[in-house]
Structures are given as C-alpha cells and as structure tokens.
C-alpha cells in the first residue's frame, strides 16, 4: 500500500524494524530534549504528515521496550489518526514510573499501525438475537 507523507522533520521516513512488523517506528523530532516528569503528559511533535486512503486509519501504539523499561506509553492507545486528518501526527506520552524521563530528538516514542476499518451504519430494533453468553460479560466466560 502507497500513502502520501510530507516529512518536515530532520529524520529518515518512518520504517518497520523487521521484514514482518506490523507497525512503524516514530520518531520525536524536537528542537530540544523534553523532560516527562512523573504522571505528567505531553504532546510531542514527528513533523510527519500523512495522507491515508479511504477506509484506514493510522493507530498509535505505545512501545513496548519503552513501556516495560521506562514505563512510558502512549495516553490515548491505541490513538486514531483519520483519513481525513492532514495535520502534523503529534504523539501524547505519558510517564508512569516514579523518574523523570527525558525525550531526545530523533527518539522512537511510539509505532504505527496502518489498518483498514468499516463504518457501521446503525438499525434500531427492539430486541436483539439471544445467544449462549446472553449479558454475560466482564470475566463471565472464565467461571465454570
């Protein structure tokens, strides 16, 4: 799949770390290091913008080397970019360690994940079909 980007930023293009990974690295692309104290949250720049065809969104997912090791991830995740939006893809981080964790230039913060989705067109009825599970739900499957 072919998508339009404009690059503003001083990095390469984002790129998949691996011949098989689903999501791309996304890089900070800031004029200085940016401190995240603990529980706080920022938006951070890529000056990246992306043109995505009809039907796909771009989903912003956290890292996972970052998250287990540093306890950052993304805020809103996964985060949703239409394909409609031509604004900068900016990434909300937050910190959930107990340090200060500095942000540097060129940094991969997140990854993205190109899907495809449907829209739903609703049709109100006044009863739905009943099935095993029924209401069941929040660990109900699991009980025996």
Request: charged share 25%.
């Amino acid at each position: 799949m072919k998508i339009k980007i404009v690059n503003h930023s001083k990095h390469a293009l984002p790129e998949y770390a691996t011949p098989l990974s689903a999501g791309l690295d996304i890089r900070a692309n800031i004029e200085e290091p940016i401190v995240l104290k603990p529980l706080e949250r920022k938006l951070i720049p890529t000056g990246l913008f992306i043109e995505l065809p009809a039907g796909y969104e771009a989903q912003i997912r956290p890292r996972s080397g970052l998250a287990i090791k540093k306890g950052i991830t993304v805020l809103n995740s996964p985060g949703t970019i239409d394909a409609d939006y031509r604004g900068e893809v900016c990434i909300i981080l937050v910190n959930l360690s107990a340090e200060e964790f500095i942000i540097n230039d060129g940094e991969r913060i997140c990854q993205m994940v190109i899907a495809s989705h449907a829209q739903a067109e609703w049709v109100e009825v006044e009863e739905l079909e009943e099935t095993g599970r029924g209401a069941g739900g929040f660990g109900h499957t699991g009980k025996h």
